[in-house]
């Protein structure tokens, strides 16, 4: 039987089938931040059951933690509990944590790929919905509850039902200015944030091939806003070199042994999907949201559509938009780049190559927050630093920040921002605030302009 990349993967892992139903699930790797493990050590706890794998679990410091003055205590006490728990529960179970101050923490889906902590082939779960940003690797990677959490804890395992499988073919040559972000956001907004609901999807065609394994990671990590379980893309020579050298990847001979399976996690020819969608490079255009989910995005030269449905007018009143409505000049006081979507080197490069030579407008606010303290030393070492702070930029220290506002990083009630996240819902970077989703280049040429401009006309 032809199997997909999913198939393999998720057959690989299977321990047992109870009949007629669901699966057990080996997981290989399990990511666990501040936010959503507490309870789930107290479980275990209450209960007397040891965590079964502690050298399959990593930890990091990340929803929480302050950009600003991380070397001093923290101010908000139910921040500093959350960190404080995490480190005394990573204590007591022999879990390895990257807590505040480490040279590996970070966001914790930027820091597993950058340490080769990531690595095709693998089940990875993680108490967050953004885990599937891992599959760009060829893995099956999804977000899990504090009850899964627990599950993994206690058994390593996860009893699951499989899910069904799609497959989004993406072919041609992308426009001047198009971004991964813009790549992910276009489809979001053709297929709906339903479209991937009791699906894993995988991403296929030479416009993800020729993705590098950052580009990659955000296609995948936003996903889950079509309402997938996960995305994947096949690993590739790109894969492996990414990989490659990483601190905890494989060496030497086993690296080989390695790449030799890794090369067989490619979907046969004449798999069946249960859903598959193709779509025209050339038809994608530089992103923007205007609404109150990650489908409702137009590109930068079109209009605000017209719909009639009682969801969409209570978006765009929360919005202040109006139907027909263009999103060219729009003020914006607020611009954030970063988040677990687009906080890697690369989109802190695309966003220096930008403002070189240029000035930040006076009335934005420019947060620039790194997604791990590795991005935070590279920025400083390739000088993009002097260029983002020469343009009255204000460069953060690592976490994930305005994207969901669990620290100080808040937008203001009514205020705009351009941002760089994965979710625009109601009050997500701070109550009342209104989020424009887009790539780190738009979000760049905002803060410059302290508008939202038509990219495309810059780029000649």
């Not at 003020?331 to 403002?355: H, K, L, M, P, W």
Request: aromatic fraction near 8%; proline fraction near 4%.
């Amino acid at each position: 039987m032809r199997k997909t990349l999913f198939d393999k993967v998720w057959d690989a892992h299977v321990v047992d089938t109870i009949e007629n139903g669901p699966q057990i699930l080996y997981i290989d790797k399990h990511l666990i931040h501040e936010v959503t493990s507490p309870q789930a050590f107290a479980e275990l706890e209450e209960r007397n059951i040891p965590i079964a794998r502690p050298d399959k679990i990593v930890a990091t410091a990340d929803h929480n933690t302050p950009t600003i003055n991380q070397h001093l205590p923290i101010k908000d006490e139910l921040s500093r509990k959350q960190l404080e728990q995490l480190t005394a529960n990573c204590e007591k179970n022999n879990i390895t944590l990257y807590g505040l101050g480490h040279e590996n923490n970070g966001i914790v889906h930027v820091i597993a790929p950058e340490l080769g902590i990531t690595q095709p082939g693998m089940t990875m779960v993680c108490g967050d919905s953004h885990t599937s940003t891992h599959g760009a690797f060829g893995t099956i990677a999804f977000g899990i509850g504090t009850s899964q959490v627990a599950q993994v804890f206690a058994s390593q395992c996860l009893l699951l039902r499989k899910p069904k499988k799609m497959r989004v073919n993406v072919n041609g040559k992308l426009n001047k200015g198009v971004l991964p972000k813009d790549v992910i956001l276009y489809i979001i907004s053709k297929l709906g944030t339903n479209s991937g609901t009791g699906y894993f999807c995988e991403y296929a065609g030479n416009v993800f091939e020729e993705m590098s394994m950052e580009g990659r990671m955000t296609v995948c990590n936003m996903s889950i806003e079509m309402g997938a379980r996960g995305g994947m893309i096949a690993p590739d020579e790109t894969t492996f070199e990414y990989v490659n050298g990483k601190e905890f990847a494989p060496k030497g001979d086993d690296f080989d042994e390695k790449v030799a399976y890794w090369k067989t996690l490619v979907t046969d020819n004449d798999a069946v999907f249960d859903k598959e969608y193709s779509f025209d490079a050339i038809d994608i255009k530089p992103m923007l949201t205007y609404g109150t989910n990650p489908g409702m995005g137009i590109n930068v030269t079109e209009n605000i559509p017209s719909e009639n449905s009682e969801s969409f007018e209570k978006s765009l009143n929360y919005m202040n938009f109006k139907k027909g409505e263009s999103l060219i000049d729009k003020q914006i006081n607020y611009v954030f780049i970063g988040s677990c979507t687009n906080s890697r080197i690369e989109d802190f490069r695309v966003a220096a190559n930008y403002i070189q030579g240029k000035q930040k407008a006076q009335n934005v606010n420019a947060w620039l927050v790194p997604g791990s303290q590795k991005v935070a030393k590279q920025i400083q070492e390739e000088g993009l630093q002097t260029i983002f702070e020469s343009a009255g930029f204000e460069l953060r220290e690592p976490g994930c920040s305005a994207c969901l506002a669990m620290n100080d990083d808040k937008i203001p009630e009514g205020e705009y921002c351009v941002s760089t996240s994965n979710r625009n819902f109601e009050g997500r970077q701070g109550q009342g605030a209104r989020t424009i989703l887009a790539s780190p280049l738009m979000a760049a040429a905002t803060a410059v302009e302290g508008k939202i401009i038509d990219i495309t006309k810059n780029l000649n």
